[in-house]
């Protein structure tokens, strides 16, 4: 299985979970703003569970700042699934969820992993396909699972800033803050 892992608390969950032994992981770099402190989140997840990392960088995806990033997550998925049979994979797997107000984006939702899932498979001649576990799932559940499972929260990276101090204002940040983090403050 590859592993999308952002370095975000879902993809960290992701990882827990399903971090065996062939899997591999995906850092995208796209020139999102917090970059820097979500590669070295992904890293110091890669080495906790064991797996190795992979990462990519794509330069002039999206214009310096813009707040709207129209499917980002079909771009990092095709990465993923380009990237899959030369890495020895046949699964790419992404923590997208169900926000507490339904799905945060076109690009997230359940519809779309489906989508992405036939074009995967159509794209590869069957080779790859895409596996959203938590996609019906609340942010809440994932994290429960995350805590049962033992994910290390200070090794992950949720604000929208660039570090290296998590900003405490952004959406993320004070959810962490409610979750509890020690990474809130
Ligand atoms: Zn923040």
């Not at 895409?130 to 200070?154: C, D, H, M, N, T």
Request: glycine share 14%; hydrophobic share 35%.
């Amino acid at each position: 299985m590859l592993i999308m892992l952002s370095g975000g608390r879902d993809s960290a969950v992701l990882l827990a979970e399903y971090a065996k032994c062939g899997s591999v992981a995906l850092f995208v770099n796209y020139g999102q703003r917090n970059s820097t402190p979500e590669g070295i989140a992904a890293y110091e997840l890669a080495k906790h569970y064991e797996i190795t990392l992979h990462t990519v960088r794509l330069q002039g995806l999206y214009p310096t700042g813009a707040k709207d990033k129209p499917f980002r997550n079909g771009v990092l998925l095709s990465i993923g699934v380009a990237m899959a049979p030369g890495l020895g994979q046949d699964r790419v797997a992404y923590g997208g969820h169900k926000g507490a107000l339904g799905w945060s984006s076109y690009d997230n939702s359940g519809l779309f992993s489906e989508a992405m899932h036939a074009a995967a498979l159509r794209g590869t001649g069957g080779q790859v396909s895409i596996f959203a576990p938590f996609i019906y799932q609340s942010k809440a559940e994932v994290l429960q699972r995350g805590e049962k499972l033992g994910v290390p929260w200070s090794y992950t990276w949720s604000c929208y800033g660039p570090g290296p101090e998590p900003c405490g204002e952004c959406k993320p940040c004070k959810e962490v803050k409610e979750f509890g983090s020690k990474r809130s403050i």
